[in-house]
């Protein structure tokens, strides 16, 4: 267990491995003292307080943090712009204040890498590509295209995006809570999802109302109506050899019991939907891609839905549960 200072910090999300960039308020010239007496070397703590609490105190630090090697200190738009190279997790405990210097008991969390190299990656992979495309609906988020090509951890994109997200202080928290990456991972992603469905319900009712993207929608449709026409003609032929597909392939995949009941019931509901219905082509899509799954029996948990798709999805192999220091 190590002594250690401890620089509070309000709103950031707090992840081991992460080169942060911060705005804080300040910093006191004991807390630099210290902080160079320490081979700058300190531990980012959240702070619960809230925003407009005049004083940090004690009982408002969480227990959990990074300890970190600050790099730099300087001026900023916002105040002072804090530098520093997180390393590992840490549990804090003994917290104290003595002239205006926070500082703790340090004692390293080990983190469970339970999940492969190749499923991290393609998580990160999904992560960077849903951004970018909705940086094209967000104002000024042409900027941050270069910015988001150049994260390389899961890590990373949450300390970044997570911040922005609907997510109270608590869910924040519990990406620097759990142990495992595979948990992370699907918290993040959710967290994105629940982000997009937003983003992308505003720029539908931004744009339905512009008469000049409506008529170019309009002609649009139009031109294609025709060509669609005789499409579903080919189509309608396929749709009775499509759905006793359907059910020989989930019965011939081993999905779990569980898995498997939701799968016939989005199927009896493709069965009841006309081929140019609203929900066609999404249950299409559904049942073409939990089908196309490497399914064996027992080996998810009983779950179904959106959590076990992305787990199926991204998260393939395991690492033999191996904890890695980050």
């Known amino acids: 267990m190590t002594r ?10 707090l992840l081991p491995d992460v080169e942060y960039r911060l705005n804080i308020a300040g910093i006191s010239d004991e807390e630099r003292e210290r902080l160079e007496a320490d081979g700058n070397r300190a531990v980012l703590l959240g702070v619960r307080a809230e925003e407009d609490a ?8 969480n227990d959990l943090g990074v300890a970190c090697e ?3 200190i300087s001026d900023g738009p916002m105040g002072l712009f804090l530098h520093a190279q997180a390393r590992e997790k840490v549990h804090v405990s003994g917290i104290s204040l003595a002239g205006g210097v926070f500082e703790g008991d340090t004692e390293t969390v080990e983190e469970v890498m339970d999940v492969t ?8 992979e999904e992560l960077k590509k849903v951004t970018i495309e909705l940086s094209g609906k967000i104002r000024g988020g042409q900027y941050a295209l270069e910015y988001i090509r150049k994260i390389d951890s899961v890590n990373e994109f949450a300390a970044v995006f997570c911040q922005f997200f609907d997510m109270t202080e608590e869910e924040r928290y519990d990406l620097l809570r759990t142990g495992s990456f595979r948990e992370r991972g699907l918290m993040v992603h959710d967290a994105l999802m629940r982000f997009k469905g937003t983003i992308d319900l ?5 744009t339905r109302d512009d008469p000049e993207q409506n008529a170019y929608r309009k002609a649009a449709i139009q031109k294609q109506m025709g060509i669609l026409q005789d499409e579903l003609a080919a189509i309608e032929g396929e749709e009775k050899e499509d759905d006793s597909s359907f059910e020989k392939k989930i019965e011939a995949a081993g999905m779990p019991e569980e898995v498997k009941k939701e799968v016939m019931r989005v199927l009896r509901r493709f069965n009841q939907e006309p081929a140019n219905g609203a929900e066609y082509n999404s249950l ?4 073409d891609f939990v089908t196309s799954l490497k399914w064996q029996a027992g080996e998810l948990p009983p779950a ?5 798709a992305v787990d199926q999805l991204f998260f393939t192999g395991k690492a033999d549960g191996a904890s890695q220091n980050v």
């Open 70 to 72: 600050v790099l730099d």
């Open 202 to 206: 505003q720029f539908d009712l931004a």
């Open 284 to 287: 299409y899509d559904y049942l």
């Open 54 to 61: 005049e004083e940090i105190g004690i009982d408002d630090l």
């Open 4 to 13: 250690q200072m401890i620089l509070p910090i309000r709103h950031a999300v």
């Open 304 to 308: 179904a839905g959106h959590a076990a």
């Open 117 to 124: 190299f190749d499923g991290e990656k393609k998580l990160l």
